[in-house]
């Protein structure tokens, strides 16, 4: 009896670690077939090098920060590939500095939706019942408030800086996000492989860890995906209200707020910082849909 | 209810050379391979074969609703009552369409339309075809679920009130509705209870009878085919490997997989030997065997099956079979 | 039906109550005294004292949300600590020009969104639904205040055609209406061209044709009021998202509505009106949702069924 049980078990890891990279190929190979996923994925990797390495491509201080009067306003020429705004400073090295806010905050934010969120949704769909249905009545009452306005309230109260804005963001996200996970778990937790593993003695929290969150991922990674798009687009909303990163730290937000008084007549004010919004966040969501594309088995067919 | 004429000159239906596939990005499925049906008026023909082997693909070409745009019908002629499907215009087909052919599907929970009352979704076939006002439509919708055995103050209720079988009856009712001269009926049992299973087919029996309608009855259940066929052909893979009467088929079969799909019943007289299952899985329709699409499963295989398809070898009037153990014999090689 | 109605009004009230809740909550923590944004430069200990109690915050905090509450329920949403005008005025006022950007904008989105999303739907490998799809993905990536910017750049500076402040007439309302509708309507439109794709793959689509109903009939009859259910839902969920878009839009065209309303007050420390602009918005989501929730009901039979005591 124990050597049969003992045979499943290796029988079935090894049946297990063959579907799962099979399935990863497969999983990327359907990725890698639809284009605009594809070139999503390269222009946010860019962005993300472009981030990481601001420093090498632009200086801080004397170029994004330091101001600089009589340079004011020059269009784009070929000392500044973007022009400089109305204090002086250069474009270019704004904006490249700028996305490393964008990504650090976007980022962190989506991570405490995911942890917090995560936590209550995973528990709400494992456990169900009344466990259920308190936690998803709180989080359906957030789900009135539009999450700028939650994030709003957060930081009216509190004040604006990094920290507060990425935990006000975060928890805007965190109901929506309890959703996503809840129903994922509760998808999973329903299939046969769940009793099958129960049937030969796996506990609570190994099936939780090894089976339920592995096959959770897929939909998780999605919406991550989705929700850092969001995110980003959240703090350049807020910024660009006054309620966000203020000057003089280059954010993209903000650079549209305080250039809006000028663009009349220097349209490239307005135009370098919403392309980069608007193409990082393009490049999150042609990712997004490819990712869930590409996770969808029903499309196969 | 109107009941169609009794004696249509010629077959109701006639396949001929059939060939279908399903293209998408990187494979070809080859779903239906040079098939040929004949069902004279009246007479009802049974189509058996595994989940996949081409079935249900065979009939939707009949109402050429073969899905696009990977669905393609590389060549071929599916002639009713003379007239070649293939070739109508769309609105020729629409006419045809629940008319002269219908179509009763296999899974009943999903084919009917969970926001339109039964009424109305078995009313809409007789409006259009009869051209009859919504009113005395709908009165005869409520005589057709009479006749299916559903009581007729039902018919402005939706389908998530009824259950499986009772669904699967409103679908029959939508099917017949404007007596066609061919009905299909793709495994129309099989998502059912069994004891409703007997009910719907007696249903399907008393009604084809009444409305004179040839059937094609799409099944893998051989006991359905005895209780309501008169003709069978076996599918393997979408080829035709069999073809005969009841009599030809149940006591005379001759080929190795049609042997199968019998000895897999399990026997309840010998009930200590083992079932005796088909040894193998169905091939892979992107990529099928060569020759003979059964050879690697065949008990009987020759060098020659692996190389070669067989052409089709009469063995009688009604009977013929194709398989290379009859290459030069009628006699039974099983 | 109407059992449905009254249900889902009373089950409204606990919603917004947990949402006041919420929101007083979190204002109750800013840190800082009140007083002295209203006293400024006449702050004394003494003063401070006795507006504290003049206004009620030397009370415990439930007693606090309690007559807040109360207070809400009669109309009155406290007194500004800047202007010292009722808030519900200064409300009133403003909220009529946010109730019509955001009508504006839902109506683009709608009326344009959901046809151009079933037509592209019904015809998926067709040159109008590839170009349709490439729009909605540019659609839903595109930021309201950069659309906004971009919008005033061409249509009022450039061509000078419609005004790009304010909000008078019906001109003044397009740009608005435009650039926060942009991004939903891309959303509606997605959402409904693959719930249209989604639908036509489904069996009785394929009973329906078998009848022999008509192509035009099959959409017309059988696909439209079954697609509809998921985009009413999203239509429904981007109501709140609209409402938290109108902030930005406002902000761009100048616009004296409520999103303004609430920047402002945020910036001046100016709690009760913060507190009355997110009530009042809050309000509105619930009431949004209400409809959505009987709009639906009312397409799908099973829902219908369920609260008119038929047949379940």
């Known amino acids: ?301 | ?334 | 039906m109407i059992k449905y109605i009254i249900k889902r009004l009373i089950y409204m009230i606990p919603v917004i109550l947990a949402l006041t809740f919420v929101v007083f909550t979190i204002m109750y923590f800013t840190p800082g005294d009140p007083t002295a944004v209203i006293l400024g430069n006449e702050y004394t200990e003494e003063a401070s004292m006795q507006l504290k109690q003049e206004l009620g915050l030397d009370k415990s905090f439930i007693v606090q949300f309690f007559n807040y509450v109360k207070n809400l329920i009669r109309g009155d949403f406290g007194i500004s600590y800047i202007s010292r005008a009722p808030v519900s005025e200064q409300l009133l006022g403003r909220f009529p020009n946010t109730f019509k950007v955001v009508a504006g904008a839902m109506l683009f989105c709608v009326c344009l969104g959901v046809p151009i999303g079933v037509l592209s739907g019904t015809k998926p490998y067709s040159l109008f639904s590839n170009i349709t799809m490439i729009i909605g993905l540019l659609g839903v990536s595109l930021p309201i205040f950069w659309l906004g910017l971009l919008l005033i750049l061409l249509f009022s500076v450039n061509l000078g055609w419609l005004p790009s402040s304010g909000i008078d007439g019906f001109p003044s309302l397009i740009l608005p209406s435009v650039a926060l509708g942009a991004n939903y309507m891309a959303n509606i439109m997605r959402t409904t061209r693959s719930s249209m794709l989604e639908v036509i793959r489904q069996d009785y689509i394929r009973t329906a044709k078998a009848k022999g109903v008509s192509q035009r009939n099959v959409i017309r009859k059988h696909a439209l009021q079954n697609a509809m259910m998921p985009t009413i839902t999203v239509i429904g969920m981007n109501i709140g998202a609209l409402l938290g878009g109108v902030v930005l839009t406002e902000t761009v065209f100048s616009i004296p509505g409520t999103g303004r309303f609430l920047v402002e007050s945020i910036n001046k420390r100016d709690t009760p009106c913060v507190l009355g602009c997110l009530v009042i918005m809050a309000i509105c989501v619930a009431i949004s949702n209400l409809i959505v929730d009987l709009i639906y009901a009312y397409i799908d039979p099973r829902i219908k069924a369920q609260y008119s005591g038929g047949r379940s």
Not at chain 1, 129 to 146: A, Q, S
Not at chain 2, 49 to 59: H, L, P, W
Not at chain 2, 105 to 118: E, G, H, K
Not at chain 2, 196 to 222: E, G, P
Request: glycine fraction near 8%; include cysteine; aromatic fraction near 6%.
């Open chain 1, 1 to 301: 009896m124990e050597d049969t049980a003992k045979k499943i078990t290796t029988k079935k890891e090894f049946f297990k670690q063959y579907k799962k990279k099979s399935r990863l190929q497969e999983i990327w190979k359907m990725f890698l077939k639809n284009k605009l996923a594809v070139i999503g994925l390269i222009i946010f990797i860019i962005i993300v090098l472009v981030a990481i390495t601001a420093p090498l491509i632009a200086n801080y201080d004397n170029e994004a920060i330091k101001i600089n009067v009589p340079n004011r306003l020059k269009s784009p020429n070929s000392e500044h590939i973007l022009g400089t705004d109305e204090l002086g400073r250069d474009i270019f090295a704004r904006i490249v500095h700028g996305s490393r806010i964008s990504l650090i905050v976007g980022l962190s934010s989506v991570a405490v939706a995911l942890f917090i969120g995560g936590a209550f949704g995973a528990i709400a769909g494992f456990f169900g019942g009344t466990v259920d249905n308190i936690i998803m009545r709180c989080m359906d009452v957030f789900l009135c408030l539009p999450d700028v306005l939650l994030a709003l309230a957060i930081l009216a109260a509190f004040g604006t800086n990094l920290v507060n804005m990425t935990i006000a963001i975060g928890l805007s996200f965190t109901p929506k996000f309890s959703r996503v996970v809840r129903s994922a778990v509760m998808t999973v937790r329903g299939i046969e492989y769940v009793e099958a593993a129960r049937a030969i003695g796996a506990t609570n929290v190994q099936i939780i860890t090894k089976h339920i969150l592995i096959n959770c991922i897929g939909p998780i990674i999605v919406q991550v995906t989705l929700y850092v798009a969001s995110a980003i687009l959240t703090i350049s909303s807020l910024s660009f209200i006054g309620l966000g990163i203020q000057a003089p730290i280059p954010e993209w937000g903000n650079m549209l707020a305080s250039g809006r008084a000028f663009m009349r007549d220097h349209a490239y004010i307005v135009m370098a910082p919403g392309l980069a919004i608007f193409i990082t966040i393009l490049s999150l969501n042609l990712l997004g849909d490819g990712l869930r594309d590409a996770l969808d088995p029903r499309l196969k067919q």
């Open chain 2, 1 to 334: 209810m109107d009941i169609k004429k009794v004696n249509i000159e010629g077959n109701t239906l006639e396949i001929r050379n059939l060939v279908i596939e399903y293209v998408s990005d990187d494979e070809v499925v080859k779903a239906v391979n040079n098939v040929n049906i004949i069902i004279g008026s009246g007479k009802t023909l049974g189509l058996v074969g595994e989940t996949g082997a081409g079935k249900t693909t065979t009939a939707l070409s009949i109402l050429n609703l073969v899905p696009g745009p990977q669905g393609k019908i590389v060549s071929g002629e599916v002639l009713l009552e003379g007239k070649n499907v293939l070739t109508m215009s769309e609105h020729e087909l629409e006419e045809l369409r629940g008319d002269k052919v219908a179509m009763i599907f296999q899974d009943p929970m999903t084919s009917l339309n969970p926001v339109l009352t039964v009424g109305d979704q078995i009313a809409e076939g007789l409006e259009i075809h009869r051209k009859i006002s919504k009113k005395e439509a709908l009165k005869q919708a409520k005589e057709m679920l009479e006749l299916v055995g559903i009581p007729a103050d039902r018919a402005g209720e939706y389908p998530y009130q009824f259950s499986g079988g009772m669904k699967q009856r409103v679908v029959i009712a939508i099917a017949l509705a404007c007596s066609p001269d061919l009905l299909i009926a793709d495994e129309p049992t099989t998502a059912l209870d069994v004891t409703i299973q007997a009910q719907v087919l007696l249903l399907i029996n008393k009604l084809k009878k009444k409305y004179h309608m040839s059937m094609l009855m799409i099944t893998h259940d051989l006991g359905i085919v005895a209780e309501v066929c008169d003709e069978v052909s076996v599918v393997y893979a979408g080829h035709i490997i069999e073809h005969g009467t009841l009599e030809d088929i149940f006591d005379n079969l001759r080929h190795p997989y049609t042997k199968g799909l019998f000895d897999a019943l399990p026997n309840i007289e010998a009930r200590r030997s083992e079932l005796k299952p088909i040894k193998g899985l169905m091939p892979d329709p992107t990529n099928l065997p060569s020759g003979c699409p059964f050879h690697p499963r065949c008990d009987y295989v020759m060098d020659v099956c692996t190389k070669v398809l067989p052409e089709n070898k009469w063995l009688s009037d009604t009977h013929r079979v194709q398989c290379h153990l009859y290459k030069d014999t009628n006699n039974s090689m099983l």
